[in-house]
């Protein structure tokens, strides 16, 4: 019912740049929380980044000053924007959305993106 489509991951030298893009489509009819995650080999997923509609972001210690959350809500996209890459940001990056459905009485329901990799190395 609901698909998430993600974008813009690939390799990088470490101080550069990379903007993820996250797109949900279907029987969308409301999405509060839009939020990052990532997923290094052999560590738990953890989140990054997330933002709440009419609300400020949050952001993992970890990349305070250094990552930044948009969205788009006419488009029904979140943005990752990272800037000063370490090689510690190398994971798999995967969008969440909390979608409420285009049907009365429908509650919220969470999906997932599949993952774009992100790759920071000289």
């Known amino acids: 019912q609901v698909q998430l489509v993600e974008s813009g991951g690939g390799l990088v030298q470490p101080g550069g740049s990379l903007r993820l893009s996250c797109a949900a489509s279907?029987?969308?009819?409301?999405?509060?929380?839009m939020g990052w995650y990532r997923q290094a080999p052999g560590k738990e997923r953890e989140l990054v980044a997330v933002i709440i509609s009419g609300g400020s972001p949050n952001y993992a210690d970890s990349v305070k000053g250094r990552f930044t959350i948009s969205r788009d809500n006419a488009k029904n996209t979140v943005y990752l924007q990272m800037n000063s890459l370490k090689p510690e940001d190398t994971a798999v990056y995967y969008c969440?959305?909390?979608?409420?459905?285009?049907?009365?009485?429908?509650?919220?329901?969470?999906?997932w993106g599949q993952g774009t990799q992100v790759t920071v190395s000289s």
């Open positions: 969440k959305v909390n979608v409420k459905l285009s049907y009365d009485g429908s509650p919220w329901y969470s999906y």
């Open positions: 279907g029987s969308i009819f409301s999405i509060n929380v």
